[in-house]
């Protein structure tokens, strides 16, 4: 049973929508109405992978993604509105993520959450969804103060570093000139043979073998830019399993091999991140870290995390695994947009690219 109050109330019940990439997310959550603050509660929040249809490719496949939200947005919605023991009339807000992500797929989201801000006549509010991952750590710990905070966002598509003085004030510092770090663990997950996504895949791997029988590079460690790239990593790890000159395919890597590469090569990621984290809390003398972005699941990268935290005498925020990954409930950024009065017009368009986070729509 659910515990939010109706649509004229103290509190305010509202949808919020994931379809930045390749999962269909829907949330229905509950927090005090503006201009009361506070943090809202996940009454629900229901996540459609599409991972099972980009598979056999080996990534996101951006028109599948879209035709995949079509068939599954409005369901996941639905379902996020039974399960939170609503109605739709008991919806004061329609959130949705409208940048960075693939166009096709943002889209989607954004139509059916204009659709439905029309149709129920209550405000649409456009989030970013890097703003998003962060703002997951303060869902998880409704209590304590996040920010100000050093962001630290790891996904599939982004590897940046923020200095967060409130959920809509991040200011991106610095982030990767290549591959995201959640992009080459799929990548070289493939290389490995291993499945997709690969961050779970390699993590899994990992567990067998040992960080240290691979000596992969470290790019950017000594320098002091908060900046990463992650290209020639994975390059290093093709070469480790096959050699400079020969061809992939006459090479099939023992168990242990693909044990030691993968576990090697977390390592060298880890390695890097923490570094630069680490960098970065001493330059901008934070005393909060947030973390975010489907990364930050991985299990060496927490515990490593958790090791600075205490080393750097610095709070540590992750959320838990279903909020790290892509979900629509760190759309619920949206309540404090509704309270800084940035409500989106009905002719918002989505946006592709990484928008710095701050930046008012
Ligand atoms: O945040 P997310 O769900 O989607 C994007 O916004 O990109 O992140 C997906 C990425 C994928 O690259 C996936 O391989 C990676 O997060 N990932 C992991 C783990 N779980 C997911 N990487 C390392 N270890 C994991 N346990
Ligand atoms: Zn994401």
Known sequence: MSTAGP??????VFLAIETT???TGAAVLAGPRPPLHGVPRVLSSVVSSQVGLHRR???VVPEIASRAHVQQVLPMIDEAIRRAG???QDLGMIAVATRPGLVGALVVGLT???ALALALDVPLVAVDHLEGHLYACQLAFPEREVYPCVGLVVSGGHTSLYHCRGPLDCELLGGTTDDAAGEAFDKVASLLGLGYPGGPEIERAA????PRAFAFPRSFLHDDRPIFSFSGLKTAVLYALRGPNEQLGHVVPSAEMVADLAASFQEAVVDVLIAKTRQVLARTGLRRLGVGGGVAANA???DRLTALASEEDVELFIPPLGLCTDNAAMAGIALSKLSAGQVADLDIDVAAGLVRP???T
């Open 7 to 12: 649509r004229g109330g103290e509190e305010l």
């Open 21 to 23: 990439c390749d999962e």
């Open 57 to 59: 490719f080996g990534g």
């Open 86 to 88: 609503i109605a739709h």
């Open 112 to 114: 059916a959450a204009k």
């Open 207 to 210: 567990r067998a073998g040992n």
């Open 300 to 302: 060496r990268l927490r």
């Open 358 to 360: 701050g930046r008012k």
